[in-house]
């Protein structure tokens, strides 16, 4: 559709009680704005930079608490899969199944994801081109599967940072898919901390406006009522309280450039 | 100040006649849309891929010719120059002396650009980070001068691509002054082309209202009525005829993102 | 131990005949030259850029022809493996087990292939610095195995490229284990190439030969007896008739940068 | 010809009295060694990070110097030039003028320097792909002159870091000139540092090795009797003790990579 969206959520289940907590705030910023949001948190982190990181509850006691989520809020829910063999399972849940981005190549999950007739969202991995996008697609769709979205999340750039290009918005705009920008993650130095990756949260807010301003269609922001003790991606979480302004401010930058011409034809 | 401003004219000075027919449609979109322009063109592209590119009129009869533009038209007006010995001329006639990014570690360049008194445009180089500009601009200021801006035009990724990071307009206006984007070189793909530089023209507008969107005060565009035809950038030059256009629409950007809160608080 | 050594063969288990053609060839070179081999060939390709390449026979097709290559030919044997679960039957057959460069950062997988007690060589993602292999190197060990050896493949370098940093190997070694350089997969274009990564394999000798003389232990290299309809990586893989007197090269090469300075203090 | 060659020296002159002393030692390790050695420091070093960096001499101190290094080792001299004007009086001294890499798409200098006649050594910019330097070559040729060197110093890899990328030597000896990699600065941290380069010694004899490995001509290295407290690129600079080990290990490695075949074909 021609309206942004949002996918809002903590980077990992730490808790019920924390989650659901989000989640109503989410869903208020939600009504309050009347911008339509789906809700993100991962059930199980499985590539976290350190092993001895949280990594979350695991896939039936996240899905559990996703599943609660949904019900209260009545926000759709998103969560990334790992292994092939997580898809159904997942697909009883989830509104939108998630590929991450390190696993966008790895064909049996998006075919096993794929089958389950659920959205699709693949993250463009940060060893990709926009174009190579082309072939997860058609992965996809190879498994009778056309609802799909495609996230920006950064690229490689150097050792232990990333840079978000928003060419790639608008290249994978081609596609004829709704793009979504992750500015999360695309604020991150990956490997950069000791033990975890580093990140800096005040480019979250300006990323995030430059690629609405770029043409994404949707923004993926990991919230935290406290991002400084978040358990994972903290450096670069938004605080749960600047949410509302900011999506105000995104909604504003899409209503610009998404208007005819003729609004600015006669200045 | 607060305000958006732009940088626009054509990659290099061609003829007086298309100089004057350029400087006019700015000047006029200017007037319409109330945003400042500054006129652009350079009098020799010292740094041409190939030798047997056209260089420009040269620094005399450049000189001239701007001369002439801001007497018709009164936009105050900027230009590259390229060794020291040509500061002084250039500073009779230009409001702003820009130091091409490829120069911009030169410090006799700079120097004798901040004797002056003139403004001084830094473009970064293309091999520079955000935080490089701090030599840069401490070499302007221990020669008198703080009248500095500061542009980014892209970044080296891989061989014969740029990317523009966002996050460098951020970074750099931390040190306090005017920060410009670049759209047109930063939608260039150096030395990818026949003997010239290759280039995106359709990355230019996207990727101007995302820097405007991410706090850009500036943008710079080279403009012209026939880009196919243009003697220099052709490829990511931008058409005259779509500029107001644009220049709407960033304004427009420009105002969400720098308005106070209080418009947005309440939905 | 100080002496190089080498892993060799073809990308994938096209037919049990042509693996074990390639594999005797190899183990002919190994036995002519002195230089330790093992053979390397994946039994599925899990990650093609296209659903419709071919993938391989699958992991217990392969891990039968492969054993037979173990057999026959005396050789040590090593493939990748995908899937935590593929691990134990993996470790029945293979000397090493091999974690891809896209899944380096998934701890399940470095847990399962930790446990098997078998040597893990993992490769360098893409999207790592040397440094991040600190992690994977304790994923790896908090399972109780630290028969480790460690891979660079190549490092994202701007869209479709990648680049051989030699400082990898450097630093690298300086965590204690042997460092592989992986000239074939160095030598890759990823995605450019009509649904399929291309190459130029007329870099594969010359990068070998550079990580040799830097400080690799041991060198990757896919080999075919007819590389340009090789099923995989064809454009980047090396020919097998070429192959004896590279490695008398990369020998000869190692001899000089390992010896002590005894030799060279007299001219 | 078919040996080795090097090109040695302090980044800059610091002093008569010091660049005779290690210009006296390089002469010392060149007849030792059988290889020919240019000796190359700077008299200006025109776009230091920092305004307050020492810059060198100026050129006409520093061209006296490096005429009695001439007279008094008979060693070839080299260095670098800036603006057109300096050509013609280093061409009095100089056997081979330095373009430097930031310059190297400067044509108005390209063009000075080759209408010496002078041998004309190109640096690669960090931010040019070995492609590029087709058009630089086109424009010393253009003035008459095809006494060209490349050199390959490293390319721009994110921020604040270079990686040397071997495949540009193998690609740059396509144009039939000499390549020559320059160990010092590809192991430069370009800007990290408080206000001058950065950089890591530790790098330097691995990546010379590495180059020599995959078809270097010549090998470009700044040397200094005591890197800790050189004025100029210290800490990748390196130690002149060390030098006569690395040469004849350079020199060993040239001799096995470009032996015919014969000597490997028995093993």
Redo the contacts between chains.
């Keep these: 559709g021609p309206d942004l969206f949002l996918i809002l959520g903590p980077c990992v289940i730490e808790s019920e009680e924390l989650t659901l907590r989000i989640a109503r705030k989410v869903a208020a910023v939600s009504e309050?704005?009347?911008i339509p949001v789906i809700f993100k948190a991962s059930f199980d982190k499985?590539?976290?930079?350190?092993?001895h990181s949280y990594?979350g509850p695991g896939m039936d006691a996240g899905l559990e608490i996703l599943a609660k989520v949904k019900k209260e809020t009545g926000l759709p829910v998103i969560s990334d899969i790992?292994?092939?063999?997580q898809a159904d399972a997942a697909a009883e849940v989830l509104d939108v199944i998630q590929i991450p981005a390190?696993?966008s190549?790895?064909?049996?999950l998006l075919?096993a994801a794929s089958r389950t007739g659920r959205v699709i969202n693949i993250k463009k991995?940060?060893?990709?081109?926009?174009?190579?996008m082309e072939?997860a697609i058609?992965?996809v769709i190879?498994a009778g599967n056309s609802r799909i979205m495609l996230t920006e999340r950064g690229?490689?750039?150097?050792?232990?940072?990333l840079?978000?290009?928003?060419?790639s918005?608008?290249k994978m705009k081609r596609f004829g898919f709704p793009v979504v920008f992750d500015a999360t993650h695309s604020s991150q130095f990956?490997?950069k901390g000791a033990?975890r990756s580093g990140g800096?949260r005040?480019?979250v807010a300006?990323?995030a406006?430059?690629?609405?301003?770029?043409?994404a269609d949707g923004i993926f922001m990991e919230v935290h009522p406290d991002p400084d003790h978040a358990l994972c991606d903290g450096p670069n979480c938004y605080h749960l309280d600047h949410l509302q302004?900011l999506v105000?401010?995104l909604s504003?930058?899409r209503k610009?450039?998404s208007s005819g011409?003729e609004q600015?034809?006669e200045?």
């Design positions: 309050e704005t009347g499985a590539n976290r930079t350190s092993v990594r790992h292994i092939p063999a390190f696993l190549r790895q064909t049996d075919l991995g940060q060893f990709q081109a926009p174009d190579d072939h058609k992965k190879s690229v490689s750039f150097g050792y232990q940072d840079v978000a290009d928003m060419r918005i608008i990956p490997g033990g800096d005040s480019f300006p990323l406006k430059a690629a609405v301003a770029a043409g302004h105000l401010v504003a930058i610009v450039v011409t600015f034809s200045p």
